[in-house]
């Protein structure tokens, strides 16, 4: 037994490490450039903290958790830096030259791009801290193998990997979700206090990470009415006042402003529920109930495969009819429950299924197995290959899952489209002078990397002046805008038709020199590997 355990450590080990590096890997997707929406809201609001040390973040959409996480971070690596033990991708006299939204106004302005490097950095250990937690669940509510085979198989999915390596709450919310329900079923099974208290804990974590993340202290309650009969000796009569009270007291503890700054809060948060439950968001709105249900499973069905998918079924079978199935499962349904009826359809708010789809398809395959060795005992065959198969099975998911995520990893290395763009530039003889749009926001350090001299000028600028033999220029393959109101969505219509001419007849006359990506440039948020024309001549 010993030597048994010595092996499932020693792999769990391994596992977790690949896990770790995996998310670590996709952390610099896009940088110096932001591609996700969310991100500064927290990474941008933590470097605030640190330039005015103000610790109030002045936001609520989410809990502050992840803020002061970060924030931590942000902290660290300054720390290193002092002692010489790093250097800055930019120069960085003292925390007053970081700029942010907060200074320019433009949400994702990002001056030293290092700093959402370690915060990415943080998210990938807390996502690979739910790799552990759902090895430890299996363990418990299975055997170590199978929770072995839930941890590999989660470490290698693609989806949880790359929200792993982003400094937004989803994956560390999901991750203290897995770990309150891994102390609920340990409450079960042992029945130390120790356990629920510490269920009710992470489940105050997973509310100050996520509001909708709150309701994982379904967990522990589930669990509470379980032993109500069996166990009296771990339980006390103010336990029903602890089960609100706790996770309150966490969240407040890692969101005090809730309180200090009541009225702002009390705004943001009705803003939120409003937008989930009543109004939608623009262009991810969806009719809450089935339809939205089964659109996050279509969706979780084309990130994990359609075999992945139909053995976690067998194994959410299998867990439902044990004894404390119905208990452990309180949490992941009552969740999945309130994100169905909700009409905001982002997918990235159903990541918790991804820890569980792990869980389920190992437990599946662990049915697979015990039902192989309960067929050769009762054909009483001395050998038999069905039992291995079970173990086949699950190495074909997991290095299905692993190449995929490879593939996905080596997708997301590639340098960003105007990254790509100065370096092709860079390779053009000189000397000339490199006028770029504006609209394309290219970054401080693309910029510090031309070769050439050169300048940022306004697209209607440009577009009223001329080409000449010794000026390069940058410009967007085409236009789009995010709506918002009226007078503005007019404003950059009008913009659009102006520039739509002028690009069109630029190949014809031979001034397009190079171009690089194919996607449309955002007059109004952040653009994804826009597409950058480069032209230049007469």
């Known amino acids: ?105 433009w949400e994702w302005t990002i ?13 990938a250990l807390l996502g690979t801290g739910t790799v552990v937690a759902v090895y430890l669940l299996g363990a418990v509510l299975f055997n170590r193998w199978t929770g072995l085979i839930a941890a590999s198989l989660l470490a290698v999915m693609p989806y949880h990997a790359a929200q ?8 560390p919310a999901a991750g203290f979700m897995v770990a309150t329900v891994l102390f609920s079923a340990l409450f079960l099974r042992a029945g130390r206090r120790r356990y629920f208290l510490l269920a009710l ?74 937008s989930y439950l009543q109004d939608g968001h623009p262009g991810f709105t969806i009719s809450p109930g089935w339809r939205h249900f089964w659109f996050q499973i279509q969706q979780l069905i084309g990130n994990v495969g359609w075999p992945t998918a139909a053995i976690a079924f067998l194994g959410f079978i299998s867990l439902a009819g044990r004894p404390e199935g119905p208990a452990v499962l309180a949490a992941p349904i009552a969740y999945t429950l309130l994100m169905s009826f909700t009409k905001v359809s982002f997918h990235r708010n159903f990541i918790v299924w991804y820890p569980w789809t792990a869980l389920l398809c190992a437990a599946g395959i662990d049915r697979i197995h015990r039902a192989a060795l309960d067929l050769r005992e009762r054909r009483r065959l001395r050998r038999s290959p069905l039992p291995a198969l079970a173990g086949l099975l699950a190495t074909a998911l997991i290095l299905s899952a692993a190449a995929d995520a490879l593939l996905k990893l080596r997708s997301s290395r590639a340098p960003e489209t105007r990254s790509r763009a100065v370096d092709f530039v860079n390779r053009l003889p000189g000397p000339a002078t490199v006028v770029i749009a504006r609209e394309l926001r290219l970054h401080p350090r693309d910029l510090a990397r031309l070769s050439q001299p050169y300048r940022e000028c306004a697209l209607d600028q440009i577009i009223s002046g001329y ?65 950058v024309v480069i032209a230049g001549g007469v």
């Not at 080990?13 to 969310?38: K, M, N, Q, S, T």
């Open 1 to 105: 037994m010993s030597n048994r355990r010595t092996a499932a450590t020693g792999i769990l080990i391994v596992v977790a490490l690949l896990a770790f590096l995996l998310r670590l890997g996709f952390a610099p997707e896009g940088l110096p450039y932001l591609h996700d929406w969310d991100e500064p809201l927290i990474a941008s609001r933590a470097l605030n903290i640190l330039k005015t040390g103000d610790f109030n973040p002045h936001f609520f959409y989410y809990g502050s958790l992840l803020i002061y996480l970060n924030c931590a971070a942000d902290v660290l690596y300054i720390g290193l830096i002092k002692l010489r033990l790093l250097h800055p991708d930019l120069p960085l006299s003292s925390v007053a030259a970081i700029r942010t939204f907060l200074d320019s106004g």
């Open 467 to 531: 080409f000449g033999d010794r000026i390069i220029y940058l410009l967007p393959g085409a236009l789009s805008w995010y709506p918002t109101d009226a007078a503005s969505d007019r404003e950059y219509l009008e913009q659009q038709r102006r520039y739509a001419p002028f690009r069109k007849a630029l190949r014809p006359r031979g001034k397009i020199i190079h171009s690089v990506g194919f996607r449309r440039t955002s007059l109004n948020i952040m653009s994804i590997n826009p597409a």
């Open 201 to 274: 804990v992470f489940s105050g974590l997973a509310f100050a990470a996520k509001y909708n993340a709150g309701i994982v202290v379904a967990g522990p309650l589930a669990a509470r009415f379980r032993l109500r009969r069996e166990n009296r000796r771990a339980l006390r009569s103010y336990d029903w006042l602890l089960i609100p009270l706790l996770p309150l007291a966490v969240f407040l503890v890692t969101t005090p402003y809730a309180i200090l700054d009541f009225p702002e809060f009390r705004d943001r948060v009705v803003f939120v529920s409003r």
């Open 164 to 171: 792993s390596a982003l400094a937004t709450p989803n994956a």
């Open 111 to 123: 001056s030293h791009p290092d700093f959402y490097l370690w915060n990415r950095g943080l998210t």
